[in-house]
């Protein structure tokens, strides 16, 4: 079934340390976008990209980086984890950047730093 | 940044009907969406709107107006698996979409 993985699904990383979220698509999408979730602050934007090889910041991208080497794969990397990054996070992507195109999520990721 | 305003929490009983407002303010405008979320699980698509006036899907219906930075959804005939988070979201003219932080409708028997 197409759709748009992301792994792990939970972790418990110590500060300091870094880490990857992977976000993989096989839907052939081409805009992709993470978001962190808190509780009472909702869906915020970190970084996102319209297309393999661009990226953009969102609203809340200090800490995080990101890349797009394929159309396929948009990891979120953090560099030095520190606790205000516990949150679970979610990567999204939509057909294109036109306005109608509705944005599928994965299943999240639930990160706890500690 | 974008500015995405909508009420914390509803309730209502089942057989009833909900409106969720949405208001926003967005630099450029290239549509606006509503998606259900489930405790626990990712978000769903639910409506679109980039046109004025009203969409509807079943029981739910999506309305717009651009002029006045306001939408709302409407649920009708409420039933308990309609309890879920109801996040407003706006594409701007960069296409970002952001989302506001949502509204918790409890359907109670």
Redesign the interface.
Known sequence: TAGITQAPTSQILAAGRSMTLRCTQDMRHN?M?W?RQDL??????IH?S?TAGTT?K??VPDGYSVSRANTDDFPLTLASAVPSQTSVY?C?S?DS????A???????TRLTVV | GQNIDQPTEMTATEGAIVQINCTYQTSGFNGLFWYQQHAGEAPTFLSYNVLDGLEEKGRFSSFLSRSKGYSYLLLKELQMKDSASYLCAVKDRDYKLSFGAGTTVTVRA
């Open positions: 805009a976008y978001y009472g602050l909702g869906l915020r934007l996102y319209n953009g969102g609203e979610f999204a939509s950047l036109e306005g109608s509705e944005a599928f999520f994965g299943q999240g």
